[in-house]
């Protein structure tokens, strides 16, 4: 297959089916060092991949500093790795209040209460101020000021296949200089 983007489809799932798979973000740290964690994969648009999270967080200063990360695709259900390397943008408002929407409302409190002041708390004060937090809103929430959606834009596109009778192998698609994608097979 010539368009990785094709492939990717059909490998993610359909921004229709609601699904968000957990995956592995990769940033570069503020100090040089690799930067993982795991985060839903919101959705995959047909070309950008994206993810949403808190502007207090470690990831959006690091995406701030260098826009640049790697997501890694699990799937060891069918034998395959998807690593998606490329260039970070934040969505629009309108995306990420989207997004928000689709989220369960457990992710949404989350969204609204996760802060490191309550994270210092012990845990029954944690579970106190949740408590009271559901009890107060049981309205539809709108996203809090510190929700944000970011898309990666992909450079490199590695798709992993394993093969029980025989070697893994990677169609690796690299993004060339007039637009379109270069793909080499990679073992491993
Ligand atoms: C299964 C799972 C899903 C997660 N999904 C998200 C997510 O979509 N967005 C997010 O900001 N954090 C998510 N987290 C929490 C992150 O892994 C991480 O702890 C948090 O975002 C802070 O990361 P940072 O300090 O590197 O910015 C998830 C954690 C797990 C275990």
């Known amino acids: 297959m010539t368009d990785p983007f094709a492939l990717a489809a059909d490998w993610l799932p359909t921004p229709e089916s609601g699904l968000t798979p957990t995956v592995t973000l990769s940033t570069v740290g503020l100090d040089g060092y690799p930067s993982a964690r795991t985060v839903l994969l919101s959705r995959f648009d047909g070309e950008r991949l994206h993810f949403h999270t808190d502007t207090r967080?470690?990831?959006?200063?690091e995406l701030?500093?260098?826009p640049r990360a790697t997501v890694t695709v699990l799937q060891p259900e069918v034998a395959r790795q998807l690593v998606v390397t490329g260039d970070v943008r934040r969505v629009t408002d309108e995306e990420a209040?989207?997004?928000f929407a689709a989220r369960t409302r457990y992710l949404q409190v989350l969204a609204w209460l996760n802060d490191h002041e309550l994270a210092a708390e012990p845990t029954t004060r944690r579970r106190e101020r949740w408590a009271a937090?559901?009890?107060?809103?049981?309205?539809?929430?709108?996203?809090?000021?510190?929700w944000v959606g970011y898309a990666i834009t992909p450079v490199r596109m590695l798709f992993w296949q394993g093969d029980v009778d025989g070697p893994s192998?990677?169609?690796?698609?690299?993004?060339t200089a007039d637009g379109g994608w270069a793909l080499e097979h990679w073992p491993g």
């Open 64 to 66: 701030a500093a260098d």
């Open 57 to 61: 967080s470690r990831k959006a200063a």
């Open 133 to 146: 937090f559901v009890q107060e809103r049981d309205d539809a929430l709108e996203p809090p000021d510190t």
């Open 169 to 175: 192998n990677r169609l690796a698609y690299e993004r």
């Open 97 to 99: 209040r989207v997004a």
